[in-house]
Each structure stands twice: as C-alpha cells, then as structure tokens.
T-cell receptor, first 115, second 111 residues
Framework: DTAVSQTPKYLVTQMGNDKSIKCEQNLGHDTMYWYKQDSKKFLKIMFSYNNKELIINETVPNRFSPKSPDKAHLNLHINSLELGDSAVYFC??????????????FGPGTRLTVL | KQEVTQIPAALSVPEGENLVLNCSFTDSAIYNLQWFRQDPGKGLTSLLLIQSSQREQTSGRLNASLDKSSGRSTLYIAASQPGDSATYLC??????????FGKGTKLTVNP
C-alpha cells in the first residue's frame, strides 16, 4: 500500500484556471507538508500542518491555499494559475514534526504545467 | 537563513568505484541532517538521518558523516552499482519542522 499518495500525477491547465492537488497519508503521521520543486530541481517547503493546524507558511502567494480536512489529508488549492507555478509539487508527512529522529516520507509528486 | 550547498552538481563513475558526495550548510544550529535519493519522475526516499549529536550513520553500502561545527556532511557510497544512479539530496532540519534542501548531486554509475 502506498504510504503517501498524491492525485493527480500530471496536471496540465491554462493560465488563470483554479486547480487542486490532493494528498493522503496512511502512516498515521501528525505532520504533513507541501514542497515545490522548480525547473532547476530546487526543492523548497511551502506549508506544514500538524494535526490540521498550520505550522509553517513560507513566503507563498496567497493564491495557494492548503486545506487539511483531517490529519491524514492535506490538499493544495491554487487560484488564478500563472506560468511560474509550473513545477513538481510534493506532499510529505512525518510522525510528529519537530523531532531530531523524524524523517519525512514523500509522495510521488504532481507535475503541474501551466500553459 | 540556512543555506545548503552540494558539490559536485553531477558525478559520473564506473561501476564498482567508491565515491563521496559532499554537503555543506551555513547554520550549525540543526536538529538533524538527512540524505535522500530521488529517481527521475519519482518522489524522495530517505536514506540516512544523522541527529545533531551523532557523527555518522551507516546503512548497507552507504555511510553518512556529520561535522556540525564545520557545517559539513559527506555521503560515502561503497562499490557503486548502476542501480545507485539517481539524484542525491542533502537536507538539514533546524528549529522548525521544515527541511532546507540542497540542489542535489546527480550520480550516474556506468556499467
């Protein structure tokens, strides 16, 4: 069974559209994350939620809105998509979050292409 | 602000060679340092996690070291195999949940 799953795997859309990416983890972890990997392969955190509560919100345009209906799910909604939003978006989870022994488990990524 | 640098950006070696990947970070106040592997079109897989109080971790043919005071880590891969070909990412966790990643080293092991 997949530990961290994301849907869709690929998303191609027009500029100005609104889209959502879903993430689910079946590991029983308390903390979930969204990362963005740009065309230069640089991986950078966007958001972190712990037990449905927002913990980290990096300097991300407010067109991006994460939503955590329960601690096993963290969805990412993007309004008014722009060309610069094209990237691979990774969801991840970790058992508790702020712990010196916690590693993060990553989903397979969603490749978003904005035309 | 934490910055993580990985050298080299790409490395190509013949099968069987031992190799070292390097990672450096600017702020030594870290909780842990982690090495990940990323295969093309796939997510990241955690390889090794070194806590700030530790000097090294080993898993199979992989050995990672940490020198927190100098802000450096190395990932040593023994007897490399074509299946080791991937991008290797170093990441440090500071005083929050977030990981700060380097840009990675793309490794190619030629049969």
């Amino acid at each position: 069974d997949t530990a961290v799953s994301q849907t869709p795997k690929y998303l191609v859309t027009q500029m100005g559209n609104d889209k959502s990416i879903k993430c689910e983890q079946n590991l029983g972890h308390d903390t979930m994350y969204w990362y963005k990997q740009d065309s230069k392969k640089f991986l950078k955190i966007m958001f972190s939620y712990n037990n449905k509560e927002l913990i980290i919100n990096e300097t991300v345009p407010n067109r991006f809105s994460p939503k955590s209906p329960d601690k096993a799910h963290l969805n990412l909604h993007i309004n008014s998509l722009e060309l610069g939003d094209s990237a691979v978006y990774f969801c991840a989870s970790s058992p508790m979050g702020l712990s010196s022994t916690d590693t993060q488990y990553f989903g397979p990524g969603t490749r978003l292409t904005v035309l | 602000k934490q910055e993580v640098t990985q050298i080299p950006a790409a490395l190509s070696v013949p099968e069987g060679e031992n190799l070292v990947l390097n990672c450096s970070f600017t702020d030594s106040a870290i909780y842990n340092l982690q090495w990940f592997r990323q295969d093309p079109g796939k997510g990241l897989t955690s390889l090794l996690l070194i806590q700030s109080s530790q000097r090294e971790q080993t898993s199979g043919r992989l050995n990672a070291s940490l020198d927190k005071s100098s802000g450096r880590s190395t990932l040593y891969i023994a007897a490399s195999q074509p299946g080791d070909s991937a991008t290797y990412l170093c990441a440090v966790q500071g005083g929050s949940e977030k990981l700060v990643f380097g840009k990675g080293t793309k490794l190619t092991v030629n049969p």
